[in-house]
């Protein structure tokens, strides 16, 4: 909501985000602006992760062409805010759907839907190489607040995502890449299964125990069944 109501305001043409536990380099407003081609609505640029442990990683593309060969195996999905410069006209388009299709009301992981409709209007984005963006492990932030009650609103708010992105798909599909959609749906699904999981962790630890071996046989059907899933939804694309 802070970034929507920014955007309205902006005088600029271009815009960027910076979150409050965060930090940009002194230099960054001019070597995003300076680099943006207005060929392109997007530009990105990399980051510096400060505060995580070396277990912690964010694996990129490297480029358009890569996010793109990544997308249609269902192996990557664009989820930040935070490492790019955009036109304002274009956030402000993604916004309109974000509106329409009643997503207001969702304060996580809302980059995510951002993206999903940032990437289908661009149909393409330069990258650059300059570390430009700071970013600070926050162990106090809402993200990171892994009680039972967290994690049962970061599973309604997903789904809600997860209509989002279907509404899209299904009434919008002059704007809607196939691939971009499964890949998107199918990380969120991912994520709601782990956090179903996380949720029910510490749920009846007794009864858990007595159920342990048919858990993990149950794990391992459900591990093969994502993966015929997966095959199948790569074969469709």
């Known amino acids: 909501h802070a ?6 305001v902006a005088t600029s043409e271009l815009i960027m985000f ?10 960054a407003c001019e070597i995003a602006y300076n680099n943006f081609d207005n060929n392109c609505n997007v530009l990105r640029f990399k980051y510096s992760l400060i ?3 070396d277990n912690f990683k964010l694996t990129h593309p490297k480029d358009y062409e890569d996010f793109k060969k990544r997308v249609k195996k269902l192996e990557y999905f664009d989820f930040l805010m935070w490492d790019m410069i955009i036109k304002k006209d274009l956030y402000l388009k993604c916004l309109e759907f974000v509106y329409k299709y009643n997503l207001t009301q969702v304060n996580i992981a809302e980059d995510i839907a951002f993206n999903f409709l940032i990437i289908n209007f661009s149909n393409d984005y330069k990258q650059i190489d300059s570390k430009l963006y700071k ?15 967290r994690y049962k609103i970061f599973i ?4 809600k995502i ?7 798909y299904k009434q919008q599909p002059n704007i809607t890449k196939k691939e971009i959609y499964y890949s998107f749906y199918f990380a969120i699904c991912l994520s709601i299964i782990h956090d179903k ?9 007794g009864i858990k125990k007595i159920f342990n071996k048919f858990n993990l ?4 059907k459900k591990i093969n069944l994502y993966k015929k899933i997966r095959r199948y939804m790569i074969m469709l694309l």
């Open 3 to 8: 970034r929507a109501e920014g955007v309205k």
């Open 18 to 27: 910076l979150d409050p536990d965060d930090e940009l380099e002194l230099n």
């Open 51 to 53: 505060g995580f442990d």
């Open 135 to 149: 970013y600070y492990q926050n162990t106090s932030s809402m993200t990171n607040q892994k009680s039972q009650d």
């Open 156 to 159: 309604e708010t997903k789904n």
């Open 162 to 168: 997860l209509d989002f992105f279907n509404n899209i």
């Open 197 to 205: 999981k996380e949720l029910n962790k510490n749920y009846n630890i």
């Open 217 to 220: 046989s149950i794990k391992k």
